[in-house]
């Protein structure tokens, strides 16, 4: 008789321990537990070894590192009418889970198509040149406007950061264009103050052999170096400096 108690016992002995053990979870450091009971918000668990009642309990866990999600290329229009392709990436992070829970259906999918929409607005009223040269002040305006929405949501917008920009192949060739004719621009700038610092030194050379009369040597080196053959006959045309320069030789 004992046997046969313990026979139909056994069942519910399994049973027991088996309800027990579903009710054991265990919640990793960077996670935290959205506990439900009976449908209704209960509270937010900590990391570590939980005990939750099955059937009349829930538990939700939630990430809270942070995470990124793609925003693929947008085709925008500038303030001065100029297509362009733009894809970015958003970094956000949950700090109140339980609202990321209760409040919003999917953050991160929410959190992607109103970056989209932010970014097309931005976008869309600046011109070419400036969202060239002023990207990551544009990202952070768009991410000023992401994070204010999503604040609501628990959830804190790290950072948003624009990858490419892609221009039409005609504004690409123009831009080629421009950069090459401003570093020819920047190149012919060079070679004039290359060649006026180079007359500046010959002109002070000119003046300091006027001045010691090595000018006068040097033309007399010159011509005994030109008439080392006899045969030859060389006539010379003598500056006026080069008539100062032998007066100065007599003086001394």
Known sequence: MKVMEILFSLPVIIFVIVFVLSGIKIIDQYERGVILTLGSFSGVINP????????IQRLIKVDMRIKTSDIPQQEVITKDNVPVGINAVVYFQ???PEDAVLKIQDYAYAITQYAQTALRDVIGGVELDTLLTEREKLADEIKAIVDKETNDWGINVTAIKMQDIELPADMKRVMAKQAEAERERRATIIRAEGEMKASENLKKAMENMSESGAISLRTLQTI???????????????????????K???KK
């Not at 570590?48 to 059937?55: A, E, K, N, T």
């Open 48 to 55: 570590g070894l939980r005990i939750v009642l099955p059937i």
């Open 224 to 246: 005994e170096a030109t008439t080392a053959n006899p045969a030859n006959t060389v006539v010379f045309a003598l500056p006026t400096e080069v008539m100062a320069g032998f």
């Open 248 to 250: 100065n030789l007599l």
């Open 94 to 96: 949950v700090e109140k």
